[in-house]
């Protein structure tokens, strides 16, 4: 038997502080006009003391499975992406599996930086195709204000902290297997497509690491090389899902793209024709929080009744690796 999966709901949690760029102009060499004109940024959020990222990503486990009518136990797959885990080891997925009642499965983290949400859903889409697990949650959780260094004005301004969360389901299809040739109208995730390219591992990385030196490390990057990149390997990326599903740019109901400058965003959005009003932008407000970017724009874009069931959402990202992907799903 042929299994898709299905998207039951999503959520998404941001921890309470939110800092302004005018605050951050108090302690660098910066202003609220840079940082708007550059990036699209006006806030970010950034957790408390003490708070994790297994915090906000049970917080935002919790949402996406109310979302979905479901209970921890419920579950038995759990792939948790984030680049900033509570500790080395254990697995940051397996303290949220203990948190919200998953009894049963497996739980495992997965680290693709930024684009860590799109390789968590290709892997947990494959589990459920192919009859590995029956209900995945999917969670893009970081706290990456913890290892900026605040006083690099060239990369401090740009991230934030935050969580998303996404529950699929495994349905038997009508038919036919996905990643199908045709356009395809049957709900669920179409396709996934990922890429890396580890040739350029030092152009976005954290100087530390427990076999390097046994530190967190701070991170380091070279924003225009990455910028020029992202532009390139995201356009790629998007029109081999287009390509992959029959389908064009202007068939996509929502762009929902990783949110890492508003100039990459509206490139994208350009290149597939669409309006702006059809790409979800939350970057003003969350900042770039890395894998949880995608799953906390899908979580807003949910609860206000932009995505609904039957839209086409196309989700994109790249990052640290360097890595990039898509993927397409029917909602
Ligand atoms: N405030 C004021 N001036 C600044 C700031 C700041 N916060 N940051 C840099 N500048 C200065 C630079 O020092 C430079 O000054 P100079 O000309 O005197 O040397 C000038 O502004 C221009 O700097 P650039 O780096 O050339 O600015 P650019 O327009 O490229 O914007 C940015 C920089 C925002 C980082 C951009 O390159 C970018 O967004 N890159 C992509 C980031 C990205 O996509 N990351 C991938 C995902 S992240 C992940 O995976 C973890």
Redesign the pocket.
């Known amino acids: 038997m042929n299994f898709r999966s299905h998207v039951l709901g999503c959520g998404g949690y941001l921890p309470e502080r939110i800092v302004t760029n005018d605050e951050?102009a108090k302690t660098?060499?910066?202003?609220d006009a840079?940082?708007r004109q550059?990036?699209g940024i006006r806030q970010r959020h950034v957790a408390a003391d003490g708070e994790l990222t297994s915090d906000l990503a049970v917080r935002a486990a919790e949402r996406a499975l109310a979302a979905a009518g479901l209970n921890g136990w419920d579950i038995d797959l759990l792939v948790l992406a984030t680049?900033t885990p509570d500790n080395t080891f254990p697995a940051t997925a397996t303290k949220v599996q203990a948190r919200i009642g998953m009894t049963g499965g497996a739980a495992f983290d997965l680290q693709a930086?930024?684009?860590g949400f799109i390789y968590a859903l290709a892997v947990a889409d494959s589990f459920l195709r192919t009859g590995q697990a029956k209900r995945a949650l999917v969670i893009g959780a970081e706290t990456?204000s913890r290892i900026l260094d605040w006083s690099d004005?060239?990369?401090?301004?740009?991230?934030g902290d935050g969580a998303g969360a996404l529950v699929l389901e495994a349905r038997p299809t009508n038919g036919h297997a996905g990643n199908s040739a045709r356009p395809n109208m049957e709900r669920g995730v179409l396709s996934t497509h990922l890429h890396s390219d580890g040739s350029n591992y030092g152009l976005?990385y954290v100087d530390g690491g427990p076999s390097l030196n046994g530190r967190a490390g701070h991170?380091r990057?070279e924003?225009?090389e990455?910028?020029r990149l992202?532009v390139e390997r995201l356009a790629a990326v998007v029109d081999e899902a287009l390509a992959a599903n029959g389908l064009n740019g202007t068939d996509i109901d929502w762009l929902v793209p990783?949110q890492?400058?508003k100039?990459?965003i509206d490139a994208m959005g350009r290149r597939l024709g669409l309006p702006a009003a059809k790409v979800v932008v939350t970057i003003d407000r969350h900042a770039?929080t890395?894998a949880a970017s995608v799953p906390l724009a899908l979580a807003e874009a949910t609860a206000d009744g932009r995505i609904k069931p039957g839209h086409l959402v196309l989700m994109e990202?790249?990052?640290?690796?360097?890595?990039w992907g898509a993927g397409l799903v029917r909602w």
Not at 153 to 159: A, M, P, W
Not at 317 to 323: E, H, K, P, Y
Request: charged fraction near 10%; include cysteine; glycine fraction near 12%.
């Open positions: 951050l660098l060499d910066t202003t840079w940082i550059r990036t680049a930086v930024c684009s990456f004005r060239g990369t401090c301004v740009l991230f976005l991170l990057m924003g225009k990455i910028f992202a990783h890492a400058n100039r990459i770039n890395s990202a790249m990052g640290g690796g360097l890595t």
